[in-house]
């Protein structure tokens, strides 16, 4: 696996220890801005985390001073490319490709089987917001700038951002606000609308928390954790008795494991969580 992760050129890929992992965006040069590589590159590593065993739980992060400042400008073309003697439906279907490929990596975190945080600090620009809606866990540094921005580059947020949000945030006003006006918001502002769940006063405080976290989660049962992600998942996009038969069914075959005699032992002796098999 580690093999596969080396291959990544602007994405870091670090085992923790304890079943947890750290990705790092790493084009700190360009504020983590998203080119094709990059974005293809997401997406490959979270399909390979789903597979990999010695991961239970991802932490997301950028490095430099920023987390992410969103699609790389200097590599926009790529979308009004000249394309030739094409006509427009046939241009369209290119670019129709290009927004599901790009779609797709994001979503490859969402469908990752293992809890993902993103740990998000300095600006977390238009492409950053979609990614961190694709996220299990949101926090920040309390200097962080927030905003969704495709607006302010003439287009409508299109690999997650629309789609997710309202499934994140209740307050349905406060996201026309964000979207409509592409304005910088404030990690207190996302904090009070819900968007994220913790706020830290530095980085270091953050990181040094978001890895009690992760550790804390990699610490318990697999079979329950993954299984409370993808029953979370699937609560989230279908009604409640859609959603109650779904996590019926799926344990019909989860409550066999030996995790559920194992931490319930542990739980009821009040002692620590057991380790557990690979997953
Ligand atoms: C189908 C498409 C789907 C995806 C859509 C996604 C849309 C979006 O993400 S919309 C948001 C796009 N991003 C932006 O509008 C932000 C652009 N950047 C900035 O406004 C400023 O750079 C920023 C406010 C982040 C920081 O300003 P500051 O003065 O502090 O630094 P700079 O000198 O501007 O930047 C430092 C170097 O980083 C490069 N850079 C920063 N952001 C981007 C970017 N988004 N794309 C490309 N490059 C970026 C900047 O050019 C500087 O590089 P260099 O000149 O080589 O030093």
């Not at 502002?189 to 978001?210: H, P």
């Amino acid at each position: 696996m580690q093999k596969q992760y080396d291959s990544l050129k602007l994405i870091k890929v670090e085992n923790l220890g304890d079943f947890v992992y750290k990705v790092s965006l790493n084009r700190p040069s360009k504020f983590n801005a998203l080119n094709m590589e990059i974005w293809k590159e997401i997406g490959d590593c979270f399909q390979w985390i789903d597979e990999d065993s010695d991961c239970r739980v991802v932490i997301l992060q950028g490095e430099g001073k920023h987390f992410c400042s969103g699609l790389d400008l200097g590599g926009v073309s790529f979308l009004n490319e000249d394309d030739g003697d094409k006509d427009s439906a046939r241009k369209g279907r290119a670019i129709l490709k290009t927004i599901k490929f790009m779609q797709k990596q994001f979503t490859y975190i969402d469908e990752c089987s293992k809890p993902v945080i993103v740990a998000m600090h300095g600006y977390c620009l238009g492409a950053a917001i979609d990614i961190s809606t694709a996220c299990d866990v949101r926090v920040s540094t309390k200097d962080a700038i927030l905003s969704v921005k495709e607006v302010d580059i003439g287009m409508a947020a299109d690999v997650g951002t629309l789609n997710r949000l309202p499934k994140v945030v209740g307050n349905h006003s406060w996201i026309k606000d964000i979207c409509l006006t592409a304005r910088h918001f404030s990690a207190g502002e996302a904090l009070q609308f819900g968007l994220l769940s913790r706020v830290f006063d530095t980085r270091e405080e953050m990181i040094n928390e978001v890895q009690k976290m992760a550790k804390l989660i990699a610490s318990k049962s697999p079979v329950g954790v993954q299984g409370t992600k993808n029953v979370l998942n699937y609560a989230r996009d279908h009604t409640i008795e859609n959603s109650l038969n779904y996590v019926a069914t799926w344990n019909m075959s989860q409550l066999f494991t030996d995790d559920l005699i194992k931490a319930s032992m542990a739980s009821f002796s009040k002692q620590p969580q057991p380790p557990f098999s690979k997953l």
